[in-house]
Every structure is written in structure tokens, then in C-alpha cells.
């Protein structure tokens, strides 16, 4: 008898029978409160019928049509409706599977258009597990353990993490860009460097919001020195953070956009935009895979970008959002085991120390184990995992939010005693 991987660290023993909504029910029939979404995937709740709808018509037609082969229509179509929703001028597309793969195209992208070797990287930034991918991340060293040697010619600058410093945002913003300088004086000269891979919130690191002026000098320096700059999506993109992209709350332009999770409602697919004159500059032939832009998957996705228009869902991220926020908000100013709870949209994290304010990953997985024996279903992130973080899907109502603050309020009295 065959058994799964040990690799597998899973942390909950819940085994799934079907998901619905926010709800997913486990083989024992118990009812658990998904406030994981798959890791920021089923933005649109577990199986959400014009999405099931879609991909059962298309499974009956067409399954797969390799696209560096024949094209199929869900792709065609998929790629127009896209055009509606990302930013202007981003008007090319390539497709994958999944986020690391995302990265990766647009690692290769970058590196063959502007001929330059380098890429810098954010400190708490997560970009996947492939190992060009995990060579860019930073959100802790158990994501690239034991694989050295990593890729060459990432380097790593500040992210504007002001809790972790210690001081406001303005002091943490004007340090980042300062170092990001230093960085160009030390390591990785500009003309050495094709671009910055950054996250408009860190997710796996942290929950931590970027900043309008952190993006501008971003943006400022990547103009000056014909640097890319590649928002990286993958987590915040489609409605997650309350606007449509991430990004859009900091006022900035990125050059490539990567996509992927929130996109197909937990169909594997992922992508990378751009403009048609940098796409040009890539090497043709030298990006694709098997079953990229998979047709099931595209119209799994074209269902869900028209399920996020037609029932509101980047709006009910904001304000289910908001809801969720000061709820954590309120939980946390009865303890002072939660140093600090931050977020955009329903990217909701809550962070552990210790009475000292160090990082108290003990205390954040008591807390996310006693959620879940109670039914509600949470994830960990942070270089220390000591933040507990919701991501509900996006169709999750007032009420629900309701339902999860409770439990998550007498979760945290009992396991910090408060
Ligand atoms: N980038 C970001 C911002 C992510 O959050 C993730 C996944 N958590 C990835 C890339 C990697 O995606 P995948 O696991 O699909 O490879």
C-alpha cells in the first residue's frame, strides 16, 4: 500500500469531502469555515456554479490543445477579457500553470530583454518553490533549504516593514530606498540589474502592505535605470486586496504583472502581462510548457473574472475587508500577545510576540490549531511564522465575517489567557 509523502506538512488533520462557498465539509460530515480559500485561490467560494458550469462544458469539448501547437478558443477569448482588467499597456500575454512558473517566464523575460544578469529582490518577498523561484525568496530559509547552490544574480533589498523595525512607516520607507541604493553602489550595479520582483503585499512573509512613496521610488529608479519592475500578483491580484490589482493602491505602473491563483477559481493557471514591444525583446521559442494555458482552466477563468464583475466581489473585498481588519483589531487590543494586525482587503494577518516583542510562532500555532478543532480553517505566514492570516474567499458575507471573528475572539483568550 502506497502512502503520501512525509514532504507533505500539513497543518490541519482535515480531510476533504466537497467545498461550497466559503464552507468546505470534511469525510466525518463536520462543517469547517474556510478563511485559507486554497491559500488565496477560490476567490470565488468552492465551486461556484457558473464556474463548475464552465469547465463542465468545456471538459465535454476540449480538454487540452498545447498552445505551442494549436490554439484553442478559451484562450483567445480569456486573453481578450483579460485586456479589460489589467493595467493600460499591458497587452501581452503568456500563460502557465502556476505562480512559480509565472516567475519564472518573467525571470526569463527580463533577463533576455534588457541582456542584464541580475534581478533584485525584496527582503519577506515569496515568489514560488521552483529553485530559480525560490532563489528570489526571502520569506523564510525553509523555502530554499537544503537545495544550494541557488540561482546566481539575486540580490536582496529592504521591504518597508515598518512593525518589524520598529518605526513608522515614512522612517521604514525612506530606509528601504536608501539601502535599495546602497545596493546599486555595492552589489548589483543598475546596469547589472533587469529587474525588481516585488509583491504589492508581501503574503507569505507577512501580510505587510507596500506604500505609495516605496512603490514611487521604485518606479523613479526603474525609469532611470531601464529596470523592469515586476509586480508580482500572484496573491493580490483579482479583487484579493479590495481593488482589482494590488498595485492600484499605491498608485504605481509595473512593466509585467504576474497572475495566477485568484484567476481560475483553483483551476491551475498562471500567466505574465506585458507590453507587446517588451515581449518582443524575449527570445521566441524559449518560453512555454505542456499544458500551459489549459483549455479547462481558461474557461474556469473566464467564468471567474465574469462571476468578480456581476456579483461585486473587488467591492465586498473592501468592505468585508475593513470588517474583518477591525474585528482582528479589536481581538488584538485585548492582548498583548498580537504586537500588530495589518492588511489590505481580505489579506488580513495577525502577528504574535512574545512580552519582550519578539516573533511567538508557539502562541500563533496553538491559536490556527484551535481555530480549526473549532471550526474555522487559518493559515500561517511570516519569516517566523507568528502571523496567523485570514484570506476568506472573496464571496464571503457579512455574517460569515461575523462567524469567524467570534471564533477567532475565543481563540485567542484562551490560548493567550487574556
Ligand atoms: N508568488 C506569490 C506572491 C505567491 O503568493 C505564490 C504562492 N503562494 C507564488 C508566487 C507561487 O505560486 P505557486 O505555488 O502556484 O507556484
Known amino acids: 500500500m ?37 491559500i488565496g485561490v477560490t476567490s470565488t467560494g468552492h465551486c461556484h456554479p457558473r464556474v463548475v458550469e464552465a469547465a463542465r462544458e468545456q ?45 519564472e517566464a518573467a525571470l526569463r523575460l527580463a533577463r533576455q530583454a ?35 547552490p541557488l540561482m546566481a544574480g539575486v540580490h536582496v533589498a529592504p521591504f518597508p516593514y515598518a512593525y518589524h523595525y520598529g518605526w513608522d512607516q515614512e522612517t521604514a520607507t525612506k530606509f528601504a530606498l536608501r539601502e535599495l541604493d546602497y545596493l546599486f553602489q555595492t552589489v548589483s550595479g543598475p546596469n547589472e540589474t533587469a529587474a525588481f520582483f516585488i509583491e504589492p503585499v508581501l503574503g507569505e512573509g507577512g501580510y505587510v502592505p507596500g506604500n505609495t512613496e516605496f512603490f514611487a521610488g521604485l518606479r523613479e529608479r526603474a525609469d532611470r535605470h531601464g529596470i523592469l519592475l515586476v509586480m508580482d500578483e500572484v496573491q493580490t491580484g483579482f479583487g484579493r486586496t479590495g481593488k482589482f490589482w494590488g ?25 505574465i502581462a506585458a507590453s507587446r514591444e517588451l515581449m518582443e525583446k524575449a527570445l521566441p521559442g524559449s518560453q512555454g510548457g505542456t499544458y500551459g494555458g489549459n483549455a479547462v482552466s481558461c474557461a474556469a477563468a473566464i467564468a471567474t473574472l465574469a462571476v468578480i464583475q456581476d456579483e461585486g466581489l473587488v467591492e465586498n473585498a473592501a468592505e468585508r475587508g475593513r470588517q474583518l481588519l477591525e474585528g482582528a483589531r479589536l481581538i488584538a487590543d485585548k492582548t498583548p500577545a498580537i504586537g500588530d494586525v495589518r492588511g489590505l482587503g481580505l489579506l488580513v494577518g495577525s502577528e504574535f510576540t512574545t512580552a519582550g516583542g519578539e516573533p ?21 505566514c511570516g519569516a517566523y511564522s507568528n502571523v496567523v492570516r485570514m ?10 465575517v461575523d462567524d469567524a471573528l467570534r471564533i477567532w475572539g475565543d481563540v485567542v483568550a484562551s490560548v493567550t489567557g487574556s
Open 2 to 38: 502506497a502512502q503520501l509523502s512525509p514532504l507533505l506538512k500539513q497543518a490541519t488533520p482535515v480531510v476533504v469531502d466537497h467545498g461550497e462557498g466559503v464552507y468546505l465539509y470534511d469525510v466525518d460530515g463536520k462543517r469547517h469555515l474556510d478563511f485559507t480559500a486554497g
Open 59 to 103: 471538459i465535454g469539448k476540449l480538454v487540452h490543445g498545447q498552445y505551442t501547437t494549436v490554439m484553442h478558443k478559451p484562450l483567445l477569448e480569456l486573453t481578450e477579457r483579460l485586456g479589460d482588467v489589467l493595467p493600460a499597456g499591458l497587452d501581452s500575454l503568456f500563460f502557465a500553470n502556476s505562480g512559480s512558473e509565472a516567475v
Open 114 to 148: 534588457t541582456k542584464r544578469p541580475n534581478v533584485i529582490v525584496f527582503q519577506g518577498g515569496f515568489h514560488g518553490r521552483t529553485v530559480a523561484a525560490a532563489s528570489m525568496t526571502t520569506s523564510g530559509t525553509r523555502f530554499s533549504a537544503g537545495i544550494s
Open 247 to 271: 498595485h492600484d493602491h499605491f498608485d504605481v505602473s509595473p512593466d509585467v504583472v504576474l497572475i495566477a491563483k485568484g484567476l481560475a477559481s483553483g483551476f491551475p493557471l498562471s500567466g
Open 360 to 380: 511567538d510562532p508557539a502562541t500563533a500555532a496553538a491559536a490556527q490549531q484551535a481555530a480549526a478543532k473549532s471550526g474555522l480553517l487559518l493559515l500561517s
Open 391 to 400: 484570506v476568506p474567499p472573496l464571496v464571503v458575507t457579512a455574517e460569515q
